[in-house]
């Protein structure tokens, strides 16, 4: 596990629409403090989709906190 994870920011854009569903239904007990050390681990389906993307980097199995914190900003609406 040494080795440098997928960015979010490169797999989450091309992730299909049912893999963010998985994600975000993993989501939504999420509490709005981050930092309790919540851990939330991704769905079998979405980490092969994220490895079939080919990115030549460690494919993660769990969001941190930074992760759950790009996801919000991604699913927040916009003015």
């Known amino acids: 596990m040494g080795e440098e994870r997928i960015p979010i920011e ?4 091309p992730l299909s ?7 975000l239904a993993a989501l939504e007990p999420l ?3 981050l930092a309790s050390g919540v851990v939330v681990e991704l769905d ?3 980490v092969e989709e994220i490895a079939e ?3 030549e980097l460690e494919t993660p199995v ?5 992760e759950l914190v790009f996801i919000r900003t991604q699913i927040e609406p916009v003015d």
């Open 53 to 55: 993307l080919g990115f």
């Open 31 to 33: 509490p709005d403090d």
């Open 62 to 66: 769990r969001l941190t906190v930074q």
């Open 44 to 46: 079998g389906a979405v």
């Open 10 to 13: 490169r797999w989450w854009p």
């Open 17 to 23: 629409i049912d893999g963010k569903h998985l994600v």
